[in-house]
T-cell receptor
Framework: DVKVTQSSRYLVKRTGEKVFLECVQDMDHENMFWYRQDPGLGLRLIYFSYDVKMKEKGDIPEGYSVSREKKERFSLILESASTNQTSMYLC??????????????FGPGTRLTVL | AQKVTQAQTEISVVEKEDVTLDCVYETRDTTYYLFWYKQPPSGELVFLIRRNSFDEQNEISGRYSWNFQKSTSSFNFTITASQVVDSAVYFCALSGRSTGNQFYFGTGTSLTVIP
């Protein structure tokens, strides 16, 4: 079974803090994704990565950065957390081969609260 | 444009009732894929089904069935004889050649099954 894990289920941070959200997958997937989920807005893509050291902006990259130094790990960084970044953050991964037909596998999510 | 619309925000049904979740999509691709995911209260999105644009056969898996109609750009999901364990948020998603590795998610439908 594919396993996508995220470092924390719940996180509380203060405004202005630097926040790291970690995601690890164990299936050698090339693609990895970070989404945020907000009520009424569904899932919105923040960043994705085709492979190691590669990254692409999604629909809402402002205020975020990412790092992919190893294939299994994809980190989301909030350089200076703000209250409007309070949200549920979901990580996903998938194989590159097979193109757009291949499903994404999701982690359990991190619920981040910024005070 | 790539877009997925789930017009039903919240649905409540009594246990054993049938319920249909609607999904309408827009895409400029001739080859594309549609997906349904389930997000239980635990938070992790679970893949349910994938459909490609060339296969309009309806699919049944136990109490779940899916009706794909290209003529109306819809991919609806029916749960027969609903159970409390079906309570979750359900997402419909679209991918295609022009979307690259990205999925486009609907805003989700929250289903509550009342015992």
């Amino acid at each position: 079974d594919v396993k996508v894990t995220q470092s924390s289920r719940y996180l509380v941070k203060r405004t202005g803090e630097k926040v790291f959200l970690e995601c690890v997958q164990d299936m050698d997937h090339e693609n990895m994704f970070w989404y945020r989920q907000d009520p009424g807005l569904g899932l919105r893509l923040i960043y994705f990565s085709y492979d190691v050291k590669m990254k692409e902006k999604g629909d809402i990259p402002e205020g975020y950065s990412v790092s992919r130094e190893k294939k299994e790990r994809f980190s989301l960084i909030l350089e200076s957390a703000s209250t409007n970044q309070t949200s549920m953050y979901l990580c996903a991964s998938r194989y590159l081969a097979g193109g757009s037909r291949v499903e994404q596998f999701f982690g359990p999510g991190t619920r981040l609260t910024v005070l | 444009a790539q877009k997925v619309t789930q017009a039903q925000t919240e649905i409540s049904v009594v246990e054993k009732e049938d319920v249909t979740l609607d999904c309408v999509y827009e895409t400029r691709d001739t080859t594309y894929y549609l997906f349904w995911y389930k997000q239980p209260p635990s938070g992790e999105l679970v893949f349910l089904i994938r459909r490609n644009s060339f296969d309009e056969q309806n699919e049944i898996s136990g109490r779940y069935s899916w009706n794909f109609q290209k003529s109306t750009s819809s991919f609806n999901f029916t749960i027969t004889a609903s159970q409390v364990v079906d309570s979750a948020v359900y997402f419909c998603a679209l991918s295609g050649r022009s979307t690259g590795n990205q999925f486009y998610f609907g805003t989700g439908t929250s289903l509550t099954v009342i015992p």
